[in-house]
């Protein structure tokens, strides 16, 4: 049966404890509340998961117990990126074997200089003709400084097993020229809840946002909203969500979103690895008032 991306998912945190050890059975609990609040699906391991903080061994841990927690109905889509593509290619085959539903790999970009539009599309061609699950393309400028062109993912959509691309660069205007010339199937995922409504507005299925960790029930609204044609209350959910996702993302991260699980009171955010160090009282004081603020506290 083919995949279908459409909805919204939440790019789960990692529980760590103070030690750096990972909570499985805090990530169960979380999942467990996530998944009744109309979700699509979960992002584990993307970069709210501190997937760059874990080794292989795990990485595959967590991707267990996700798939041990999240319902049957639900995507799981891994985060299985690496700088090699022998090592993304390792890990998506590791996800597909634990049950992930596609495996996101994110842009390569330690040897910037070399990362061009032939070395990506090379890198995630190969990966995609050997994975057994699907490939979502995941394109995050503001932490790896590649920014994928609509071209470059135009070209990657002509491979069958490249489903999607994850774009976390904002560029709505860059979604439309993608989704015009790519087949009917392939996703166009919105990477943040800040410009979900407008992703939308110009083809793309789906949005994988940070805030839909703490606001799941408010960004489904949204979506829900607009697939039903009532623009005026999905756009008034985008607006209302902008500062909360803003809070959480650009202004105080992994740090801050660990911070406003922890303010909901039903979740366990914790601390993140180091280096990352958690919010400081001040910050989480400003944080609670945007969360009120936001109508989720």
Known sequence: MALTIEGV??????PFDADGEILHDKLKANIAKWSKTGLSGFAVLGSNGEFVMLNESEKAAVWETARAAIPRDQV??????????QTALALAR???????????????????????????VNHFRVIADS??????????????????????????????????VKDSSGN???????????????????????????ALCVGA?????????VAPRE?????????????DEARALQLKLIPLNQAVTARWNIPGLKAALDLLGDYY?????LPLRPLGEPDRQALKAIMQEAGVL
């Open 94 to 120: 590791r996800a597909g074997e634990l049950g992930a539903d596609a495996a996101m790999i994110v842009t390569p970009f330690y040897y910037k200089s070399q990362m061009n539009a032939p070395t990506m």
């Open 219 to 231: 960004c489904v609204a949204l979506y829900r909203a607009f697939c039903a044609g009532r623009h």
């Open 131 to 164: 994975s057994p699950i699907p490939i979502i393309a995941y394109n995050m400028p503001a932490s790896t400084g590649i920014d994928l062109d609509a071209a470059t993912i135009i070209q990657l959509a002509q491979h069958p097993n490249i489903v999607g």
């Open 9 to 14: 998912f939440p790019p789960i945190p990692t």
């Open 205 to 213: 299925k789906a949005g994988i946002a940070a805030v839909a960790n």
């Open 172 to 198: 709505v205007a860059k979604y439309a020229e993608i989704v015009r010339a790519v087949r009917p199937d392939f996703a166009v995922i919105a990477g943040s809840g800040s410009y979900l409504y407008p």
């Open 76 to 85: 799981f889509l891994a985060g299985a990126g690496a700088e090699s593509t």
């Open 269 to 273: 955010g914790g601390v993140p690895r």
